[in-house]
């Protein structure tokens, strides 16, 4: 049902900051539960943060403090604000709806690169 397109990927330095975007089409974007995943080659897909409909969020341990997610429903987006990033944070980030209906399929993104390296 939905489509997700993740942008704002790049490359910096250690201690840099990036703002990944994730931009929904459908009709109900404020009714999905939404998260960040990210992958690294050989590795498996896993979460980085979640924000429920209702705005309440959660973070994997290796981000607290340092990545803050949004959602701004009027636009349909999905944020991901990364500051202090480290070289372990170098991942495919993929952006995530989880479904309105019991069931149905979840949706992702191709996802967005982003390297952290000096």
């Known amino acids: 049902q939905v489509q997700l397109v993740e942008s704002g990927g790049g490359a910096v330095q250690p201690g840099g900051s990036l703002r990944l975007s994730c931009t929904a089409t459908g009709k109900f974007f404020s009714l999905h539960d939404m998260g960040w995943y990210r992958q690294a080659p050989g590795k498996q897909r896993a979460l980085v943060a979640k924000?429920?409909?209702?705005?309440?969020?959660d973070y994997v341990d290796s981000v607290k403090g340092r990545f803050t997610i949004s959602r701004d429903d009027l636009e349909s987006t999905l944020y991901l604000q990364m500051n202090s990033l480290k070289p372990e944070d170098t991942a495919t980030y993929y952006c995530?709806?989880?479904?309105?209906?019991?069931?149905?399929?979840?949706?992702w993104g191709r996802g967005t690169q982003v390297t952290v390296s000096s």
């Open positions: 995530h709806a989880e479904p309105i209906v019991r069931g149905d399929p979840d949706s």
């Open positions: 924000i429920a409909s209702g705005g309440r969020t």
